[in-house]
């Protein structure tokens, strides 16, 4: 297994130990993945090899990248569905504290 997979499982399991509530927890899953994702495009547009080489090596593209990565079949099915389950719960919790804004 990659240092890509080591990271982000020992981030997630951190996390959720860390944060006990769940709405805690899918905030803190939800935002390790944007970040992710804020590091990709960082890498694909700043032009800087040496620092786009280390995001490349050390840092996941993304939750659902690792996923396909090292996974396959049924697995990776199951663990996207669990992701977007996930992500429906962020949505949730986003737009009811928005709500309550209101």
């Not at 982000?8 to 996390?15: D, K, N, S």
């Not at 996923?67 to 719960?89: E, P």
């Amino acid at each position: 297994m990659g240092f890509d997979v080591f990271l982000l499982v020992i981030l997630i399991v951190a996390g959720i130990c860390f944060f006990r509530r769940l709405d805690s927890s899918v905030y803190f899953i939800a935002s390790l993945d944007i970040f992710f994702r804020i590091l990709t495009f960082i890498r694909d547009n700043l032009g800087v090899a040496e620092f786009s080489r280390f995001i490349r090596e050390y840092f996941p593209e993304s939750i659902p990248g690792v996923i396909y990565k090292y996974t396959d079949g049924i697995l990776s099915t199951v663990l996207m569905w669990i992701y977007v389950l996930m992500f429906v719960v962020f949505l949730f919790y986003t737009v009811r504290i928005l709500w309550k804004k209101r």
